[in-house]
């Protein structure tokens, strides 16, 4: 089991089992909504993760919402209908960050070139 929440507390999340995935996305999309140069996801299905509190949610793209704290502003989830039955969740919100290493990297063409993976 890992634990996470947002800056503030408001949002938390207890998730169980093994993610579907761990992956750095260096998408526009993504960089705009975290601030950070490339975001790394913990992907879970649904029913793997217990949310308390309310999140915001913004829809990036057609089909997508991204949710955040509305209180103190911190990006936490990404679900989309591409993904459907899944949520993925922003590393840095975990408690324990270092249980999950990212396996792959999505979106690499449009990576910062400081942070463009080896290929
Ligand atoms: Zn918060
Ligand atoms: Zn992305």
């Given at each position: 089991?890992?634990?996470?929440?947002?800056?503030?507390?408001?949002?938390?999340?207890?998730?169980?089992?093994?993610?579907?995935?761990?992956?750095?996305?260096?998408?526009?999309?993504c960089?705009?909504?975290?601030?950070?140069?490339?975001?790394?996801w913990?992907?879970?299905?649904?029913?793997?993760?217990?949310?308390?509190?309310?999140?915001?949610?913004?829809?990036?793209?057609?089909?997508v919402a991204r949710g955040?704290?509305?209180?103190?502003?911190?990006?936490?989830s990404y679900q989309g209908?591409?993904?459907?039955?899944?949520t993925h969740i922003l590393?840095?919100?975990?408690?324990?960050?270092?249980?999950?290493?990212?396996?792959?990297?999505?979106?690499?063409?449009?990576?910062?070139?400081?942070?463009?993976?080896?290929?």
């Amino acid at each position: 089991m890992a634990t996470g929440r947002c800056l503030c507390g408001t949002i938390g999340f207890e998730t169980t089992g093994t993610p579907r995935f761990v992956a750095n996305c260096h998408c526009i999309n993504c960089r705009r909504a975290t601030g950070a140069a490339f975001s790394t996801w913990v992907g879970f299905t649904d029913d793997q993760i217990n949310w308390t509190g309310t999140r915001a949610t913004y829809a990036s793209s057609e089909g997508v919402a991204r949710g955040f704290c509305k209180n103190c502003g911190t990006p936490l989830s990404y679900q989309g209908a591409k993904w459907d039955g899944e949520t993925h969740i922003l590393i840095g919100a975990f408690d324990n960050p270092e249980a999950f290493t990212p396996k792959a990297d999505v979106f690499i063409e449009e990576a910062l070139p400081f942070s463009k993976p080896k290929t």
